[in-house]
């Protein structure tokens, strides 16, 4: 994309943006270098390399090769002990044919909804809000709202336990409480209601996250915008699609791929709730990694999980990103 | 342009650990030097070892475990002072998940505790190493301070596909039992058969009470319920030779399919605590001790704390059989047995230990700090009043008859997952007890196939 870019004519905006391609394309340096392979100016583009060099070993030390290595794990079957026996892709063909695997990866995508969409969704009504009235003491609720965020989720996990304890738990209590004592329900130890509540509990921490990036970004809006549509005769809601929506898009995309991460890495959550029950109705990618690698002695399959889960992570942001910018033209 | 560039680094990153990981993972050189250990013939006196320093990794960190290891720690070094024992304590999850690393690493600890069965043990016994300790437990007389299942469940072939036979490997210090606790304000006579155990449990359910309570959310509980009503069913035999994996032995047998119908039909009579799947153990045996249930079925790791809730209100006795005459038969097992890896390079001191925290003084000490020795009691020694007394006649009783059924998990490295999600399914009634069996037999003879 970036080859047809410089091309086209641009707009004195997009070549403050573009850059170095910006530079490139006018060529007046002293030496009346107008030939095709004359450098730029400054030191040899080489150089540059040296100067994040650094960087890339703490890169490549920390991440690339603990990654490579995860990668060439994964081709093997091994216990972590005795010596492990070649198993090329089987185990990546375990991850698409193995029933729980599978359905593990199906959770993940659920939780998603929970992780994800929701608290993104419930942060654009807050901020569609915010946009339209000053709410006095804006900084105290957006303190109180952010807060779950800032507890650890081993924390957050244990408190939910006792929340949803089906005899004195706070839940049905109330729901007691207010007479709706029918709905009571044994949250996480029905087959059907684990996942849902346990991806409730991600809710409920995450859209603090969502709202707070989101009203910041209301906040960045022009007023003239909304001025100009209200002169133009919008309600609330057409105002909401018409300046708040497009105008958050960034803020959205960068909500979307952090929590999707959070979604799709979710371990702990699962881990002190219910441990992948009952059944297997709440079992996550991340948790299978944890318990082949540590308890089962299957670290290949482990590894294989793991990079499938990080090719998943990469693919979705990849994906949102996309659409926002296409979005953005 | 942007993705072309990550599946290039990607690749490159391939590229480089394939460079780094040549060979296979966990292909080492030592094989042979670390099978060559010689085998002992006599005690060697530690005192004339000079100066050694033993690394032991434990997990007695809880209240009376800690005490008595420190206790014995120091008796150790007492008795021999060129001796010096360096502890490291972790959580039983801690020690676990770090153990095979440390023990297959450099600087190898001389003594850890590591879990039976074939998760931790087996695959340690396979990778060699562990050492045996089959000449040691002649020189030292071990196998006549425990009963045959206790020495047995510490025993593996030398290539680590054989369990319950074989070399010896460790020794455990304490012993436990899941079984009965009941409230005796609630339950007036003690039932002597299965029936009238069960017609109480019927009684009870009319007077509107929760007659076992049982939390089962953290998933492990119901390997527990569900085995304990299984002793009752298939013989002990049975039991550990599937565990064993002994030849033939199969998990889908009448015996385990009418076990598995027995206790659906508890659950769905409503005799455990109600949404039990969503309830925690803790929330379960704290109800317990306020007097809302009978009965409660745990191990005895729960003592300490049921007695100081509940006084002497409370009572333990193993699950009655179909007749009153029928031998005890419970759930139980011993805890992490202290072994020696291949790597320790003082052997004959390290056995030494593992033979002075296991002998007859430390079965005093033990005593003396609420503990449930594994190994026989000197007489005299284990106390007969109240809830403790309760546990130590069932031990005694138990180990006479061997009457001990070890834990299921131990079967394959993946059983636990296998059999605690299947549990939860048969008690919600999402499988009948046939499937139940069927499916878990299945995961077992995958295992199997692979031996």
């Known amino acids: ?149 800032v507890i650890a989720m081993v924390v957050v996990a244990v408190m939910w336990r006792m929340i949803y304890e089906p005899e004195n738990g706070a839940l049905n209590e109330l729901l007691r409480a207010v007479g709706l004592g029918s709905l009571t329900q044994s949250w996480l130890g029905d087959f059907d209601l684990a996942l849902p509540s346990v991806g409730g509990i991600a809710t409920w921490v995450y859209y603090g996250l969502a709202m707070v990036l989101l009203t910041a970004g209301v906040q960045k809006i022009p007023q003239s915008l909304y001025d100009a549509a209200r002169v133009d005769g919008a309600g609330p809601v057409r105002e909401f699609f018409a300046v708040t929506l497009p105008g958050l898009r960034g803020e959205i995309a960068v909500a979307l791929t952090l929590t999707t991460i959070f979604a799709l890495r979710n371990f702990d959550l699962v881990y002190i709730t219910t441990k992948g029950g009952p059944g297997d109705a709440t079992s996550v990618p991340a948790f299978e990694v944890y318990d082949r690698a540590f308890q089962t002695g299957q670290v290949g399959s482990a590894a294989a999980i793991g990079i499938s889960l990080a090719v998943v992570i990469f693919l979705i942001s990849v994906l949102i990103n996309r659409v926002a910018e296409r979005g953005a033209r | 342009m942007k993705l072309t560039r990550a599946i290039m680094l990607a690749l490159a990153a391939l590229v480089a650990a394939f460079a780094v990981g040549c060979g296979s993972p966990g292909e080492s050189s030592d094989d042979a030097e670390t099978t060559a250990t010689t085998s002992a013939t006599e005690r060697v006196d530690v005192a004339a070892a000079g100066d050694v320093t033993l690394t032991v990794w434990d997990q007695e960190v809880r209240g009376g475990q800690d005490a008595q290891i420190r206790r014995l720690n120091e008796q150790f070094q007492e008795k021999y002072p060129n001796v010096t024992i360096r502890r490291v304590a972790k959580s039983f999850e801690d020690l676990n998940t770090t153990l095979k690393l440390a023990v297959s690493g450099p600087r190898a600890p001389d003594v850890v505790q590591a879990n039976q069965g074939r998760p931790v043990m087996g695959s340690l016994v396979r990778a060699r190493l562990l050492r045996p300790l089959t000449d040691y437990a002649e020189v030292y007389g071990w196998d006549d301070r425990y009963s045959k299942l206790l020495i047995d469940l510490n025993k593996f072939s030398a290539d680590g596909r054989q369990f319950g036979t074989g070399d010896l490997y460790g020794l455990s210090q304490m012993g436990e039992i899941v079984g009965v606790f009941y409230n005796k304000r609630l339950v007036r006579r003690l039932p002597e058969t299965l029936e009238q155990f069960e017609a109480q449990l019927a009684e009870a359910k009319r007077a509107g009470q929760t007659p076992i309570q049982f939390g089962n959310l953290d998933k492990w509980p119901g390997i527990h319920e569900y085995e304990t009503v299984l002793g009752r069913y298939a013989s002990p035999q049975a039991v550990s030779d599937f565990v064993f994996a002994a030849d033939g032995a199969s998990f889908d047998t009448p015996e385990f399919t009418e076990a598995a119908s027995a206790i659906q039909g508890w659950a769905r009579a409503g005799y455990f605590t109600e949404d039990f799947n969503g309830v925690g153990y803790d929330p379960a045996w704290q109800r317990f001790t306020r007097g809302e249930s009978p009965y409660l079925i745990a191990g005895t790791w729960l003592v300490a704390d049921l007695a100081r809730a509940m006084g002497d209100d409370v009572g333990f006795m193993v699950l009655p059989g179909q007749s009153a005459d029928d031998e005890p038969v419970a759930l139980g097992g011993e805890g992490l047995p202290f072994t020696i890896t291949t790597a320790s390079r003082n052997p004959d001191v390290a056995a030494a230990y593992i033979d002075f925290i296991t002998d007859a003084n430390a079965a005093r000490v033990l005593v003396e700090t609420d503990n449930l020795p594994a190994m026989f009691v000197p007489e005299g020694v284990a106390p007969t009043d109240g809830l403790i007394g309760d546990v130590f006649a069932a031990w005694r009783a138990l180990n006479e008859a061997n009457g001990i059924i070890p834990y299921l998990d131990y079967a394959t490295p993946t059983f636990y997952d296998d059999i605690s999600g299947a549990i939860q399914e048969l008690l919600a009634g999402k499988q009948s007890p046939e499937q139940f069996t069927a499916g878990v037999q299945s995961k077992f003879s995958e295992f199997t196939g692979s031996l």
């Open chain 1, 1 to 149: 994309m970036s080859a047809i870019e410089p091309a086209t004519p641009t707009s004195p905006a997009s070549a403050v943006a573009g850059g170095a391609a910006g530079a490139e394309a006018k060529p007046d340096w002293p030496l009346g270098g107008t030939r095709p392979e004359a450098r730029p100016p400054g030191e040899p583009r080489r150089v540059g390399y040296l100067y994040i060099l650094p960087a890339f070993l703490i890169l490549a030390g920390l991440i690339l090769y603990p990654l490579g290595h995860a990668v060439y794990l994964s081709l093997w079957h091994w216990d972590g002990l005795t010596t492990g026996t070649w198993a090329g892709l089987e185990n990546y063909a375990d991850v698409v044919s193995d029933p729980a695997l599978r359905s593990s990866f199906a959770h993940a995508l659920v939780l998603l909804a929970f992780y994800a969409l929701l608290p993104v969704a419930i942060g654009l009504l807050i901020a569609g809000l915010v946009a339209r009235a000053q709410v006095r003491g804006l900084a105290f609720f957006r303190t109180v709202i952010f807060l779950p965020q």
